[in-house]
């Protein structure tokens, strides 16, 4: 559209059954400057609009006669506007017979825009035709804008149900891709300096960019943010951004939308290339902006529980034993594994413990119900608890009864679950009581693999325990002692998930590291609960333990704060 506010290059269908009146018509449009396209009939001009949408050709408004020979023009309106591809074509009725008012109803209720009464001035035609066009294209970029508004709803909805940062990075960087109708990546730079990426579906998984192109980002985003706040708009010119992000191989300048989260530490940065952007304007960026808003403030509380969580796991294993400190008696082993949940998922209670007695060795694992920093914190005061009260007496039923009371007076809303253990190495007498948890597995030298049947409530209701269950240990034998972590699968009976555990147990080699590697090689990946397993075994006459083999400790955790890395999707996602 020129200053003048005339249509260019603008494409007229003339539909009229006589020959002269379609020559009158495309003579006056023609000398304003448009194409004309000229059909004879209903039918005709319903088959001329199909071969020109096969070729991405429609034109920008039709003018129909009304009395045409096989429909009149308003039934030819009616049927265009049945179809979605032609619903956005403007009609305008002309006529040169009188026309009474009901029939121009009749047009403008069939959806035309105007009518002109010819012959008329070509002045006025072609003031008619610029007027349908605008109005047809005000009424598409308001489409437009609705559909660009509801993908950028629907894009928010989905960013704030991310459970990572990676998740929420590959969310915004889709949405930013059919926000712009172009390949878009997302980068979030937490205060470690460990560096998120998400990819548009659209762009290829192949020559993803290198370290060193994440590493010039990162710069690149902490320069860029440095005394800023709210939303940044800018343009980074290509040899500053690095190539591949948006095509494999390609250079582009990038358009950055940069956010802060709230505490202004870290970064959100949404990255679009500065050319071919649908529609570049200011209602473009606007949107863009928005959602870097967005993202921003989803990775906040993402942010804060990935600090929660370092927090949990330091607390865990700052006060699970390792394996120097955990305690020896001759004539057993015992061997540990810790494997934190997945790191979509919150901090969990579980946790083990060995303690030697006057009596023998105590083993105990266990499981505060509930995800949390507190469940967390409870763990480690059950673990204390159980080691003072031990002090005085080992027998399990008596701690089980203890803890349960210690949990109903400090903690009543929560309840755990826990399985004690009393093993005498010089005998093989072995006391279970068992709060609600997965019985043991008894795996015995001559190749059976049972579950205890040791049973009891939970801790926390205050219901009564039964008496410990007593078995005797012969040597070779391991007793396995799991949280519900290592097996639970939604959908699953967990019936079935201990038959399977039981089945995998017996196919695994003789020995603990063995035993305790095999299961978490066959249960233990991508779970969305913490592991914690114990296992002992009563040494046969003549076994040593040697450090590294059988009868060494080993603890499998995660406890260090993630190192500086790039998280993205692999090669191929």
């Known amino acids: 559209m020129d200053p003048t506010g005339k249509p260019t290059d603008t494409t007229v269908l003339v539909v009229d059954d006589v ?35 096969r070729k991405g050709t429609l034109p920008h408004v039709a003018l129909v006669d009304t009395g045409l020979p096989d429909m009149s023009g308003f039934e030819l309106c009616r049927r265009f506007k049945e179809r979605p591809h032609l619903i956005g074509l ?5 006529s040169a017979a009188a026309v009474a008012p009901a029939d121009r109803c009749r047009g403008l209720d069939a959806g035309d825009e105007s009518y002109l009464t010819v012959p008329a001035e070509p002045e006025e035609i072609e003031a008619v035709v610029r007027a349908a066009v605008r109005g047809a294209r005000l009424r598409a970029d308001n489409r437009a804008l609705v ?29 930013a891709a059919r926000l712009t109708g172009t390949p878009a990546a997302v980068f979030v730079l937490d205060p470690d300096d460990e560096l998120y990426r998400g ?21 690149l985003l902490r320069r860029l943010s440095r005394g800023q706040s709210g939303v940044r708009l800018t343009t980074v010119p290509s040899p500053l951004w690095p190539t591949g992000f948006f095509r494999p191989g390609v250079q582009h300048d990038a358009r950055l ?7 202004g530490r870290a970064p959100v940065c949404l990255a679009v290339p500065a050319r071919g952007m649908r529609r570049a304007g200011p209602e473009s960026e606007a949107l863009l902006a928005q959602l870097a808003e967005a993202t921003a403030l989803a990775a906040e ?19 699970l034993p390792q394996p120097h400190r955990l305690p020896e008696l001759p004539g057993l082993d015992i061997a540990v594994r810790y494997v934190p949940a997945s790191r979509q998922t919150e901090i969990g209670g579980d946790f083990y413990a060995a303690l030697a007695t006057g009596d023998g060795m105590l083993t105990a694992v266990g499981d505060v119900v509930g995800h949390s920093l507190d469940a967390a914190t409870v763990m480690v005061e059950i673990r204390h608890a159980l080691r003072a009260y031990c002090v005085d007496d080992s027998d399990p039923g008596i701690l089980a009864e203890r803890l349960d009371r210690m949990l109903q007076r400090y903690h009543p809303e929560l309840t755990a679950t826990v399985c004690l253990a009393l093993t005498d190495p010089a005998t093989g007498r072995t006391r279970i009581a068992n709060a609600g948890h997965i019985p043991p597995l008894l795996l015995r030298d001559t190749g059976t693999a049972d579950y205890v049947k040791a049973r009891g409530p939970l801790l926390g209701p205050g219901l009564p325990h039964p008496p410990p269950t007593e078995l005797f240990l012969e040597p070779g034998d391991r007793l396995l002692m799991v949280t519900d972590g290592l097996i639970e699968t939604r959908g699953v009976d967990l019936e079935i998930s201990m038959e399977q555990l039981r089945s995998a147990s017996l196919g695994a080699l003789p020995g603990l590291d063995a035993l305790c590697d095999t299961l978490l090689a066959s249960f233990g990946h991508d779970r969305g609960d913490d592991i914690a397993m114990l296992a002992l075994r009563l040494r046969s006459q003549g076994d040593t333990a040697s450090p590294g083999g059988e009868g060494a400790v080993q603890v499998a955790s995660a406890s260090s704060l993630p190192t500086r890395s790039v998280k993205g999707p692999p090669d191929g996602s």
């Not at 009146?21 to 088959?47: F, K």
């Not at 403007?90 to 002309?94: A, L």
């Not at 762009?203 to 010039?216: C, E, F, T, W």
Request: proline share 3%.
């Open 199 to 219: 990819l548009s579906r659209d762009r290829a998984a192949v020559a993803l960019p290198d370290d060193g192109a994440h590493l010039a980002v990162s710069a």
């Open 257 to 263: 939308a940069l956010a802060l989260t709230q505490d």
């Open 301 to 319: 509380p993402l942010l804060m529980y990935q600090v929660e969580r370092h927090v949990a796991l330091t607390l865990q294993h700052s006060f």
């Open 147 to 175: 559909r660009r508004l509801t993908l950028l709803s629907e894009t928010i909805v989905t960013i704030q149900s991310a459970r990572s940062l990676q998740e929420l990075a590959d969310a915004a960087a889709d949405g």
């Open 19 to 53: 020959p002269a009146g379609r020559y009158a018509m495309g003579t006056v449009l023609r000398r304003a400057g448009h194409r004309v396209i000229e059909a004879g009939s209903g039918a005709e001009a319903l088959a001329e609009l199909d071969t020109r949408l």
């Open 90 to 94: 403007p009609v305008v009725h002309y």
